[in-house]
């Protein structure tokens, strides 16, 4: 079993429709949680992180942590054209520590 | 602020030459960065951490002879791709955790392609 998996995709929504991104992780020592946007060719861009289970908004984005069940999301409300990337998620023990990367989400938003 | 920058942005080089890739923390110390991979259509791919004035921990399967490590200071830290072959072609990218930061994430660099021919 993979330390961490993320559904590959590809996923199609049209514009304006929320978008709901997962991951499930089998450490449980994992104590903070990432999501990164990527374009194509670019280095990933950080979305949000948290340390908490519950939920963690900013903007149209709210990541979500369960850490009873190892299971991560990220909603994205009002997507629009310009959210279409890939997706990942880290998950680490500490900011000090590696971090493990899911495989990503390709998301296209349809105008 | 965190801000982490990488040079080159792009590299051309030939196969058997040796690449030098700079990760700069511009805005604040960074006891440890970390060097990524990321291969075509895959994820990032940890290849080694660093912390200043130590050798380098390097994971399994990553040649610690052939790509080096160099964390000279709370700011520099580069990776040398030794005697470069076309497999070697990839997005570097380079990560730097905060000194001060126990709730703090990690900051990524913008990333290098490589390109061996």
């Known amino acids: 079993q993979k330390e961490v998996e993320q559904d590959p995709g590809p996923l199609s929504v049209p514009e304006g429709a929320i978008v709901s991104l997962n991951c499930t992780y089998s450490n449980s020592a994992f104590q903070y949680f990432m999501w990164y946007r990527q374009y194509s060719r670019k280095g990933p861009e950080l979305l949000m992180y948290t340390y908490s289970s519950g939920n963690k908004e900013d903007g149209r984005f709210t990541a979500q942590v369960d850490k009873s069940s190892k299971y991560i999301s990220l909603f994205i409300r009002d997507s629009q054209p310009s959210d279409s990337a890939t997706y990942l998620c880290?998950?680490?023990?500490?900011?000090?520590?590696?971090?493990?990367f899911g495989p990503g989400t390709s998301l296209s938003v349809i105008p | 602020g965190a801000v982490v920058s990488q040079h080159p942005s792009r590299v051309i080089c030939k196969s058997g030459t040796s690449v030098k890739i700079e990760c700069r923390s511009l805005d604040f110390q960074a006891t440890t960065m970390f060097w990524y991979r990321q291969f075509p259509k895959q994820s990032l791919m940890l290849m080694a951490t660093?912390?200043?004035?130590?050798?380098?921990?390097?994971e399994q399967g990553v040649e610690k002879d052939k790509f080096l490590i160099n964390h000279a200071s709370l700011t520099l830290s580069t990776l040398t791709v030794t005697s470069a072959h076309p497999e070697d072609s990839s997005f570097y990218i380079c990560s730097a955790s905060r000194v001060a930061g126990q709730y703090d994430t990690q900051y990524f660099g913008p990333g290098t392609r490589l390109t061996v021919l």
């Open positions: 660093s912390n200043e004035g130590s050798k380098a921990t390097y």
């Open positions: 880290a998950m680490g023990k500490t900011s000090y520590d590696k971090v493990i």
